[in-house]
């Protein structure tokens, strides 16, 4: 059973900046691609940024050039640098791992709430 734990949400004023973490319990990262998601009051969840265990990263394309997602394979962690933060930003932030082998099973952390005050 993988259980993931996120944390580092807070409240910034907007232009500031954040780093989430999230951390793997029970488990290497070696086959799971690891993702932020976030959710908005109202809004459905979407996603913010990926990270492969070969390198690759992919962003949504309302955070490119200010959030970066980086993940240490050998601490089973995956973080979130968010910088030059909007009011839009706000929302709860979901670390997901998918594990690439058959059955790809899914698995979510519990969330950490970023505010981004005007």
């Known amino acids: 059973q993988v259980e993931l734990g996120e944390s580092g949400g807070g409240l910034v004023q907007a232009g500031g900046s954040l780093r989430l973490s999230c951390v793997a319990y029970g488990t290497s990262l070696a086959y799971y691609v690891m993702e932020w998601y976030r959710q908005a009051p109202g809004k459905q969840r979407e996603f913010v940024a990926s990270?492969?265990?070969?390198?690759?990263?992919g962003y949504a394309d309302s955070v490119k050039g200010r959030f970066t997602i980086s993940r240490d394979n050998a601490k089973s962690t995956v973080d979130l640098q968010m910088n030059s933060l909007k009011p839009e930003d706000t929302a709860v932030y979901f670390c997901?791992?998918?594990?690439?082998?058959?059955?790809?099973?899914?698995?979510w952390g519990q969330g950490t709430q970023v505010t981004v005050s005007p």
């Open positions: 997901r791992a998918l594990d690439l082998r058959p059955g790809r099973l899914e698995y």
């Open positions: 990270a492969t265990s070969g390198g690759s990263k």
